[in-house]
Every structure is written in C-alpha cells, then in structure tokens.
C-alpha cells in the first residue's frame, strides 16, 4: 500500500537528487579568475606554478622557461624562435610593435597623477610638468636606440644621477627603468625594425644574398 510516509521520502530523494545535480553543474563551472592570454595556444604547460606563473614550452622549437610570462612568451615568437610559422611571427612582431604604446599610456598617466608640487622651485612653474603621449612615445624610441648603439648598459637607467638629469630637462617625462626598457621597448623597436625590412624587401627585385639569387 502506497502510504503517506512512502509519498514523503519519494519527495526527500528528489529534493537531494535535484539538489546533488546543481552542485554537479555549478562545480563544472570555470572558476573564477584573469583569462590566459592567446599565447598560451602556441605553449605547452610544464612544470609546477612559480610565483603565480605556469612553466611553458613552445610548441615549434624546444625553448622553454620555468615560470611562463605572457611578454617574454610573445617575444620568443616574435624575435627568436625559428620553427614558427611566419604568419604567427608576423602577427606577434605587429602586437609588440603595438605593445609600448598601451604600456607607456597607462604608465604616463599614473605618472602624472604624483603630487608634481612637492619640492618644486619658483622657476619650475614656468615650464610644462606634464608632457603628451606621442612625445613620451618618441623620447622612449630614441632612449633605446641610444642605449643599444651605443653599447650603454641599461642598468644606467636605474641610477640617481641619470633620473635626475633627465627630471632637469623636463620634470614631466619619467624615463623607463631598465627592465622595461631591455625587454618591452627594446623588442617593440626591434619588431619595428624587421617589419620595416620586410615591407621594403616586398618592393625589391633580383635580390641576391651572397652567392644564391633570391
């Protein structure tokens, strides 16, 4: 005989059931958290998180790196690996080409929101305290090329005396310090050099390239 208490456990074992498949689906969601950069499809994860960064190993050749940085990873692709193919090269030459421009903005901005006020002289109201994006972006281009041809270290960027000579010159512009000028600017301008060269190459003919005719 169906009963009253037959009727109540039915309904019990529904709500658990019901209940046992929400947490099922809400478990199967993607947990929440800062997506991984397109890169990523050209590497293979190894190795253990260090310092919040997965290991990474390209896929066309057998660089790799213990903690995998998105900037570094593009960077390969761009400029050192040899086994990608070159529309992937191309399209990471043309992204850090790009990458110091958004770099550089947000980094300005953040710059010129310090309290400029502190410790000025009366001659410092006299002139700008601030300076424009192109004009950072211009000064950034000609701080690496100086570097690099001629053979300066860029730690010097990190010295006292070499911030402070260039605060002299325009209070407004805050030279990058080493690390972003050795890696993002210094790969944005070589990715502008060899897109350059390709660009000027497609307009050539009967190149020839020691004793081989191209």
Not at 42 to 58: L, P
Not at 122 to 141: G, S
Not at 150 to 176: A, E, Q, V, W
Request: proline share 4%; with cysteine.
């Amino acid at each position: 005989m169906y009963s009253e208490t037959d009727s109540n456990l039915e309904t019990d074992t529904s709500f658990l059931s019901s209940t046992t498949n929400n947490e099922n689906i809400t478990s199967s969601k993607s947990q929440p958290g800062p997506k991984r950069r397109a890169v990523w499809q050209h590497f293979e994860q190894v190795g253990v998180k260090n310092s919040g960064h997965q290991g990474c190993k390209c896929k066309y050749c057998n660089w790799s790196q213990k903690s995998g940085k998105p900037n570094l990873m593009e960077a390969h692709l761009a400029l050192n690996c040899r086994k990608v193919s070159k529309e992937i090269k191309n399209i990471y030459l043309n992204l850090i080409k790009n990458r110091d421009n958004i770099n550089n903005n947000k980094q300005q901005l953040k710059k010129q929101k310090l309290d400029i006020s502190k410790g000025k002289k009366l001659d410092d109201f006299y002139r700008p305290a601030t300076i424009n994006f192109e004009t950072v972006k211009l000064a950034n281009r000609a701080l690496v090329k100086f570097f690099v041809c001629c053979g300066i270290p860029f730690s010097t960027t990190n010295h006292p005396f070499f911030r402070d000579f260039i605060n002299i010159l325009h209070p407004g512009y805050m030279p990058p310090y080493r690390t972003e000028l050795s890696q993002e600017l210094l790969d944005g301008e070589l990715a502008r050099v060899l897109l350059n060269i390709e660009q000027e190459l497609k307009h050539e003919d009967n190149l020839t390239l020691g004793i081989f005719n191209i």
